[in-house]
């Protein structure tokens, strides 16, 4: 039961952070693996900071996973704008 819950949760933070990032979108299975890598970043940047998640249960983790992708994207959007000598 908890791999469902973090497939959900990865699936909804995924295609959020893709939508609010301008992006296309990684298909189906990209976008859970970004909500999932957004998940374990957004926790690890939400304890760094001292920050209580938002919300509670699912709501939260989505909260959560959601900054994270949307941090994680940002990067990856970043490295790839980046001039290849």
Do not use: E, H, N, Q
Request: aromatic share 8%; glycine share 20%.
């Amino acid at each position: 039961m908890a791999l469902l819950t973090w497939i959900i949760v990865g699936l909804v933070a995924g295609v959020l952070a893709t939508f609010v990032m301008g992006g296309v979108g990684y298909g189906i299975l990209g976008d859970i693996i970004v909500g999932m890598v957004g998940a374990v970043l957004g926790g690890w940047l939400f304890s760094a900071l001292g920050v209580a998640s938002p919300g509670g249960g699912m709501i939260g983790a989505i909260i959560v996973a959601f900054v994270g992708a949307l941090v994680l994207l940002a990067i990856v959007k970043a490295v790839r704008r980046t001039p290849r000598v």
